[in-house]
């Protein structure tokens, strides 16, 4: 019985012991999470960042904790996919870097039978396969639909078959997938970007 109590005395003052801890890990976290232990500045890509292909990158909507990381790309011009105004902060960082802003307002909707506008995407990847271009960032809020969708057409463009163009695109979108993209990228007609070579990679070969 004696035993029996020290142990629960014991579970208390453990239980206890890790509430008083708790707070002072969480703001040793906040002060160091920026600098490596050599104090120098770590780097913090957007949401949802990747690279695409050579000179080509996606992500969620950048801000100002992600401007050093986005720096190191060296990058020449951003696809925005929203019709909302770019942050002014974002705007003063591409004008300090000399990035190019090309934005094609496509609206964000959850709507299944609301059509995504097709002549947008298209002028879109004009851009992004123009190499003067390069290297280039595309985002919308979350790079999930909107950005899902440009990169899926641009692989239908590269040859891809349709199960990798899928994988890729749910890898990003995860359970907010939406069948109604799937199918605009199944639809979406390639064959009037000519001269673009297949992708290397098996997933070329049907």
């Known amino acids: 019985m ?4 020290e142990l629960n005395q014991l579970d208390r003052d453990t239980c206890r012991t890790i509430e008083v801890i708790q707070p002072e890990i ?6 160091v999470d920026k600098f490596d ?46 019709p909302e105004p770019y942050p002014e902060h974002n705007m003063e960082f591409l004008k300090a870097n000399n990035i190019h802003l090309f ?7 959850k709507e ?9 995407i298209r002028e879109a990847l004009k851009v992004v396969l123009d190499v003067r ?3 280039l960032l595309i985002h919308c809020k979350r790079g999930k639909h909107r950005t899902g969708c440009l990169v899926g057409c641009l692989r239908k463009i590269q040859r891809w078959c349709l199960t990798s163009i899928f994988d890729e695109y749910q ?18 007609d390639a064959s009037g970007f000519k001269d673009i070579p297949p ?8």
């Open 37 to 82: 232990s050599d104090g120098d500045e770590l780097y913090t890509p957007p949401l949802n960042f990747s690279m695409v292909d050579n000179g080509i990158f996606r992500s969620g909507f950048p801000d100002s904790a992600n401007f050093a990381f986005l720096k190191t790309l060296g990058l020449q011009s951003i696809v925005y996919l929203c």
């Open 112 to 120: 299944p039978f609301v059509n995504i506008p097709e002549d947008m």
């Open 171 to 188: 890898r990003f979108a995860a359970a907010k997938a939406r069948l109604s993209d799937q199918r605009f990228i199944e639809l979406f």
């Open 199 to 206: 992708c290397p990679c098996s997933c070329s070969r049907r």
């Open 26 to 31: 969480k703001q040793s976290i906040t002060a």
């Open 133 to 135: 271009n390069h290297p």
């Open 103 to 109: 934005q094609f307002g496509i609206e964000g909707t």
């Open 2 to 5: 004696k035993l029996h109590q």
